[in-house]
T-cell receptor
């Protein structure tokens, strides 16, 4: 069974640009969550999508947004990129969401802002 | 105060040692607790997933949860160099909140 797939693996952008990251969950999983990982702040929850609806949201500015498609694939968008957005962005999927199901992670997209 | 506190280490032990990794949490809404292992340049890999207070064992790994003191632990028996990684504890109750991670190095 294929795991969570994230594309691209690496990305370099400049300040002010926008970026879209993609996540394909494990087959059959309907919940997709996004996280930001940095050395200083660790792993921080961005948001969760279930059946194309955002169900939970972390404490990030509105520049961070996402969506989920009918096939459960998800995209995350960051607009007006800042140097502090440099991080590893991780996607995790689960069968039914953050209530009572374990999250399985992809290997992430490493975003570098110049 | 962070909802999940974890000593970042680094922790270095000889091969074969018993490793004890610990976290405390403050959010009483957490119902589930997890331990993840993360190798360099990889995503976190789920090791243990527990609900109730008590112990859960899987091979060389034992997860322990004490809800009365809000304390969770992971024990690794007969540690191997391949166990060298960052270990993350997490609590789940609507959102998944992680500790900072403990960097473990097992020396041959």
């Amino acid at each position: 069974k294929a795991g969570v797939t994230q594309t691209p693996r690496y990305l370099i952008k400049t300040r002010g640009q926008q970026v879209t990251l993609s996540c394909s969950p494990i087959s059959g999983h309907r919940s997709v969550s996004w996280y930001q990982q940095t050395p200083g702040q660790g792993l921080q929850f961005l948001f969760e999508y279930f059946s194309e609806t955002q169900r939970n949201k972390g404490n990030f500015p509105g520049r961070f947004s996402g969506r989920q498609f009918s096939n459960s694939r998800s995209e995350m968008n960051v607009s007006t990129l800042e140097l502090g957005d440099s991080a590893l962005y991780l996607c995790a999927s689960s069968l039914a969401g953050l209530g009572n199901q374990p999250q399985h992670f992809g290997d992430g997209t490493r975003l570098s802002i110049l | 105060q962070k909802e999940v506190e974890q000593d970042p280490g680094p922790l270095s032990v000889p091969e074969g040692a018993i490793v004890s990794l610990n976290c405390t949490y403050s959010n009483s809404a957490f119902q589930y607790f997890m331990w993840y292992r993360q190798y360099s340049r990889k995503g976190p890999e789920l090791l243990m997933y527990t609900y109730s207070s008590g112990n859960k064992e899987d091979g060389r790994f034992t997860a322990q949860v004490d809800k009365s003191s809000k304390y969770i632990s992971l024990f690794i028996r007969d540690s191997q160099p391949s166990d060298s990684a960052t270990y993350l504890c997490a609590g789940q109750g609507g959102k998944l909140i992680f500790g900072q991670g403990t960097e473990l190095s097992v020396k041959p």
